[in-house]
């Protein structure tokens, strides 16, 4: 099946500093990925709808300012958290879409201290 | 607004089968998905259903009512590993996913 992966799994950063977070989809082009966070015992958040070539469509609620998205191709992503706090710290997941299926990285667990 | 429900958890013996039901209310369908997601990694994807009826893959069956806005997952000849959350999602007119909060499963010996 199809292959998303995240870079890096597991970061751990100083308050006050950025980190990126890259997604990748291996075999197949995607024109649409997803940013997703999920906080402990809750379900997935959606953050933002990254499309190759334009600008990411965020959600209600979601600064992006901070969260800077960037689909500079049709395999990768990226998602730069900027000047984190540890109310950041979360797991970050991205999906990307191939045809009518959703397939997901591994997630990237940001903890800031 | 957009909603999806299904019950916050539930309980079943080894073995057994288990029935997770979820209902949808969202703005266009392009399809409903079911993900397995253990605790503290990212969901695993176990079906897809844009059309009415019953999809079987091994253990694990979904189905599909468009009128209803309804689905079920059901899970054969439980397992141990079984235990898990179990999301479901609606695709709506936007390619958007809208998530369900998830049903916590819990596999008594």
């Known amino acids: 099946g199809a292959v998303v992966s995240q870079h890096p799994s597991r970061v751990i950063c100083k308050s006050g500093t950025s980190v990126k977070i890259e997604c990748r989809s291996l075999?197949?082009?995607?024109?649409?990925m997803f940013w997703y966070r999920q906080f402990p015992k809750q379900s997935l958040m959606l953050m933002a709808t990254s499309n190759e070539g334009s600008k990411a469509t965020y959600e209600q609620g979601v600064e992006k300012d901070k969260f800077l998205i960037n689909h500079a191709s049709l395999t990768l992503s990226t998602l730069t958290v900027t000047s984190a706090h540890p109310e950041d710290s979360s797991f970050y997941i991205c999906?990307?879409?191939?045809?009518?299926?959703?397939?997901f990285g591994p997630g990237t667990r940001l903890t800031v201290l | 607004g957009q909603n999806i429900d299904q019950p916050t958890e539930m309980t079943a013996t080894e073995g057994a089968i288990v029935q997770i039901n979820c209902t949808y209310q969202?703005?266009?369908?392009?399809?409903l998905f079911w993900y397995q997601q253990h605790a503290g990694e990212a969901p695993t994807f176990l079906s897809y259903n844009v059309l009415d009826g019953l999809e079987e893959k091994g253990r694990f069956s979904s189905f599909l009512s468009r009128s209803k806005g309804y689905s079920y997952l059901l899970l054969k000849e439980l397992q141990m590993k079984d235990s898990a959350s179990y999301l479901c999602?609606?695709?709506?007119?936007?390619?958007?996913?809208?998530w369900g909060a998830g049903t916590k499963l819990i596999i008594k010996p």
């Open positions: 969202t703005s266009g369908f392009n399809g």
């Open positions: 999602a609606v695709m709506d007119s936007n390619y958007q996913l809208i």
């Open positions: 999906s990307a879409i191939k045809i009518n299926e959703q397939f």
């Open positions: 075999d197949f082009q995607a024109t649409t």
